[in-house]
């Protein structure tokens, strides 16, 4: 049967000796306590909480421990009050002097953060705004107080702590929640209060009012958790913990404690001992549940996973739909508890939190003043922004591109498919083309060529790939789900689309050619690995190809920990494997002994034979030398490729590569995956000591980044005088590459506690017990490099840090002080590519189209390219491409500025009007323009009308539109038709 989880907790506070504990704690003693293993902790705070009703402080002794604490008080005692005071925020204090002294609950505290310095309160009225639905406010003042509070003022609210405003609607995302708000006022009244999607920019829903928290980074108070945890707070804590906890006399002073030791002189021994592991033996776990008399409660983790282990194990234990940190065993309780750790060998899943998904679509498609376009008649340009040109009785906006020798063309909104942001395959700016002149039309009938070719050569493989005949796997069996359930994490739904996508691949009977992308901790290591595990099941061979031997390590740890419970051999083959063993092992892939081998390009050099090679998995292929893919493309002939790139692929690419190949992006963070707390300041030696201790506290480590070589030394000396007796490592790019790589290993196996680096930082590697970084000298970066530094860190559940160090702030310059500022701005999950976007485009260019395109796509742009790329595919199946029409119509053509104010963003919204493909994208863009901007004024009604007819006539294959003095002309590919009368007229035209 299927408990709720309170049951659990009613029967651990049944157990023997608590009431005689309790009655010790009351007269404030010191009590020793053993035999309080996993949530048993958790459990033991609450009891004693309720029956003494007082508050009890459970000190943890890291991040990790902490939110297992409130994870389990949570689920097994809903009602109970549970207190996690975190002291870098503001509000810390004040949650430590609300707490009620003679009601129960229960504080989960870190114990280094016991004495550290609380951040003075907020007045009231700076803390926190609330703005509710038929409230009084105005848009101005709203704007004002989120401007005193720290607040970033953008043209688009895509993460916490930003706002923009629109006329009558203003757009935030409050610190501390997971979506943004939309207040649209009216006058001085708030009219609605609405939540948003940051990616679609679509209303989500409607609220009754938002509270909006400052920003606002406050001085530090002399108070401390310490001093304000009520007197009659019983401390529970571990030896683990007090080492830790510098002040422990003065907390401790006057106090109840509850001791928790493993050893013999405790007072009181509960028995709640740790249980044994099945990692996925279900037939063992069920033999010994039946033998023992004790009542057994299996935390599964969701409804689903508690069906599927109801018709695994029968009728018996108790099953609890939750998730718990660790079970324990009471013998003299009478009680038992297994988690998903115990059942399966993985930790407890974090909770799916919902993040910031992408980049909105306005930003992918908008033009900027200064970007250099491309304009299909004319080649390159630069826009200078758009103008508003009346005509008679006819007023429109145009977008002024400037080319060589000063000359400038005047393109319409109408028109503005004919116009595309210029992406090459280099950083240097291209040279622009002369109006009149041939060079471009030579360029574009030479990429026309190259694009020809090239889309033969992709139709070709494509056509080969869909004839050839690849191995039938078999559907997911029973294995499949064990394995599936053991995954230590929710799937976020691209991971979840990205397995979905490889299993039906592999399951199609024709070798699968897959592209997973996602950054590094993004969980395409699972997808990989859940594509093995199918693979050898279905009784073939896997190679997994790594760059490194680092990541071979880690790659070889995961596959070898997760699939312990299953019969299938998984080896190594790196410079870490002696040449003996190797040797053994490539004797064994021979033979068929091998079912998945992890290796470096050390295993391309040995020419291996498998015995039935079914799987090649490829990991940062782009990482691989000219000569190694070749032979990677001798291994892949009839098996089935996955291969997989941290690389962000832009979107631009996506369109280019539509139908030609399979790619799947998981851009959602894990679950779990918090935000880097991002701090920028000068040098000092305090606020450094301060970092390191922070992390080293709690058995982490730390980057600390210093990139010239010279002075790498007296850095390290510097830091050794702030922590003496601390093992620094230290490493550079003019080291030799195996001793670069071994310190690096040894860093990443914890061997030293802190990596004083210039920045070579491996990027490719999961270095979870890295929360910590620091780097001197921000100033000198540049934005995409120092957002890539601080992605080093913060890859586990833990709360990472990353300080920047910059000289005084008269000693850098403005642009430098930007940049840091854009960088705390943007420190949330996912806005690296809205950092970065540009440099991402053209970093992905030449590695997606390969050197031989390079010359193209540097002459013509990307975007132009690629959809020469698609249209000639298209004419290769037999397909004619859709063409882009001129338009030329009697009607105004702008968004005036009282609409829309910004000036990119109506070019941006032109670009996404004018490029929908049907009427019904039409219907749903006009209601989100409503949604975002309030109701449009006539004018835009315009617009509508002008998409329309674009829309209509592309599906015509129509090459010019033109209506205009109560004439219609409308020409196609065979023939020019001419007839009377306006737009109304022209629709109907174009719907017959």
């Not at 997808?527 to 093995?532: D, E, F, N, S, T």
């Not at 397909?879 to 070019?907: D, G, I, Q």
């Not at 004024?937 to 109560?966: N, Q």
Request: net charge neutral; charged share 25%; glycine share 8%.
């Amino acid at each position: 049967m299927t408990l709720p989880p309170e049951d659990l907790f009613t029967a651990f506070a049944a157990a023997p000796l608590l009431g005689e504990l309790a009655g010790k704690l009351a007269g404030n003693a010191r009590v020793g306590v053993r035999g309080v293993a996993g949530a048993a902790r958790a459990l033991l705070a609450a009891a004693v909480a309720e029956r003494l009703r007082r508050p009890v402080a459970l000190i943890c002794t890291d991040d990790d421990e902490r939110d297992e604490a409130l994870a389990d008080l949570a689920r097994l005692r809903p009602g109970l009050a549970v207190l996690a005071p975190v002291p870098e925020r503001e509000d810390a204090a004040r949650v430590l002097q609300n707490i009620a002294t003679d009601e129960p609950s229960v504080i989960v505290i870190i114990g280094p953060d016991l004495d550290r310095p609380l951040p003075s309160q907020l007045p009231a009225g700076e803390r926190e705004l609330a703005v509710a639905a038929g409230g009084t406010a105005t848009p101005e003042a709203v704007i004002a107080w989120l401007d005193r509070a720290g607040y970033e003022l953008v043209d688009l609210v895509v993460e916490p702590g930003e706002f923009a405003r629109r006329g009558g609607i203003v757009d935030v995302f409050p610190e501390r929640t997971e979506t943004p708000s939309r207040l649209e006022f009216a006058g001085d009244t708030v009219e609605s209060v609405r939540s948003f999607d940051a990616l679609s920019q679509r209303t989500t829903r409607r609220v009754e009012s938002v509270t909006i928290l400052s920003r606002r980074t406050p001085e530090l108070s002399n108070l401390t958790v310490a001093r304000l945890l009520p007197d009659r707070t019983v401390l529970v804590t571990d030896p683990a913990g007090r080492p830790s906890i510098r002040n422990e006399k003065e907390v401790a002073e006057r106090r109840a404690v509850i001791e928790l030791t493993a050893g013999t002189e405790a007072r009181f021994d509960l028995g709640f001992v740790e249980p044994g592991s099945y990692l996925g033996n279900s037939e063992l776990l069920r033999s010994e549940l039946a033998a023992s008399p004790l009542c057994w409660h299996l935390a599964c983790g969701t409804p689903e996973r508690c069906r599927r282990l109801r018709e695994t194990l029968g009728p018996g234990p108790a099953l609890l739909p939750v998730s718990l940190s660790h079970g324990f065993v009471g013998a003299r309780a009478g009680i038992g508890l297994l988690t998903e750790r115990e059942l399966y060998g993985s930790p407890r899943p974090r909770p799916a939190r919902r993040r910031f998904r992408g980049v909105p679509v306005d930003n992918l498609v908008a033009l900027r003043p200064g970007d250099h376009v491309v304009h299909v008649d004319y080649g390159v340009g630069v826009f200078e922004g758009t103008r508003r040109v009346r005509h008679e009785a006819v007023e429109k906006d145009y977008l002024t591109l400037r080319y060589a020798a000063g000359d400038r063309v005047f393109v319409p909104v109408e028109n503005l498919g004919l116009v595309d942001r210029y992406v090459g395959s280099g950083r240097e700016a291209p040279a622009l083309d002369r109006i009149g002149g041939r060079s471009w039309l030579l360029a574009k009938a030479r990429a026309a060529r190259a694009s020809l070719d090239y889309a033969g050569e992709l139709v070709e493989i494509s056509a080969r790939r869909a004839l050839a005949r690849g191995h039938t796997f078999a559907p997911d069996g029973e294995w499949h789900r064990e394995l599936a359930a053991a995954f230590p994490f929710t799937e976020t739904p691209d991971q979840a689309w990205a397995l979905e996508t490889v299993r039906q691949d592999m399951e199609r009977g024709r070798p699968m050619e897959r592209l997973v992308c996602g950054d590094v901790g993004y969980g395409k290591t699972e997808v990989a690995l859940r594509a093995a595990f199918k693979a050898a099941a279905g009784l073939k061979q896997v190679a997994v190809l790594v760059p490194t031997t680092i990541l071979c390590w880690q790659h070889f740890d995961t596959f070898r920990r997760r699939l312990a419970p299953f019969p299938f051999r998984v080896e190594m083959i790196s410079r870490l494997v002696p040449p003996t063993a190797r040797h053994r092992v490539l004797d064994d892939i021979a033979a068929g002994r091998v079912d998945i081998v992890i290796a470096t390009h050390s295993l391309l050099s040995t020419a291996p034979r498998f015995r039935d090679l079914g799987l090649l998995i490829v990991d940062e292929e782009q990482k691989f030398g000219v000569r190694q893919k070749e032979r990677i493309k001798a291994l892949r002939a009839g098996v089935d490729v996955l291969s997989l790139s941290a690389t962000p692929v832009p979107r631009t690419l996506y369109l280019a590569l539509v139908g030609l190949r399979d790619i799947s992006t998981i851009h959602t963070p894990p679950p779990g995956r918090r935000e880097v707390l991002t701090e920028v300041a000068p040098w000092d030696d305090a606020l450094i000591t301060r970092y390191l201790e922070r992390e080293l506290d709690r058995n982490g480590q730390v980057f600390f980044v210093h990139n010239r070589i010279q002075t790498l030394g007296i850095v390290e000396r510097r830091l050794r005088r702030l922590l003496p007796g601390l093992d620094i490592a230290t490493a550079h790019g003019r080291m030799p590459a195996r001793r670069l790589e071994d310190l690096y290993l040894e860093f990443a196996t914890g061997r030293h506690p802190v990596l004083l680096s210039t920045a070579i930082i491996e990027s490719g590697v999961d270095l979870p017990n890295v929360n910590t970084i620091i780097v001197d000298r921000a100033d000198t970066f540049g934005l995409a490099d120092l957002h890539q530094l601080r992605g080093r860190v913060g890859r586990s559940g833990r709360q990472a840090h990353a300080l920047f160090l910059t000289p005084s702030r008269a000693d850098i310059t403005p642009e430098a002080r930007k940049r840091l500022s854009a960088l705390v701005a943007y420190s949330r999950l996912g806005s690296g590519f809205r950092l970065a976007l540009r440099d991402l485009e053209i970093r992905g260019a030449g590695d997606l189209l390969g050197t031989r395109q390079h010359g193209q796509v540097a002459r013509v742009g990307l975007n132009l390219y690629a959809r020469m790329i698609r249209e000639a595919s298209s004419r290769l199946r037999g397909e004619e491409p859709a063409a882009e029409p001129e338009l030329s119509l009697e009607l105004n053509a702008f968004m005036p500025e009282s609409y829309v104010p910004e000036a990119f963003e109506r070019v941006a919204l032109y670009r996404r009007l004018l490029g929908l493909e049907s009427e019904e994208e039409l219907r749903g863009f006009e209601e989100e323009l409503v949604d975002r901007f309030g109701r449009y004024p006539p004018v835009v009604a315009d617009l509508f009308r002008i998409a329309l007819v674009r829309i209509r006539a592309r599906k015509l294959g129509l090459l010019k539109v033109s209506a205009r003095a109560g004439l219609i002309t409308i020409t196609g590919p065979d023939r020019t038709e001419t007839l009377r009368g306006g737009i109304t007229e022209l629709l109907d035209r174009l719907c017959r």
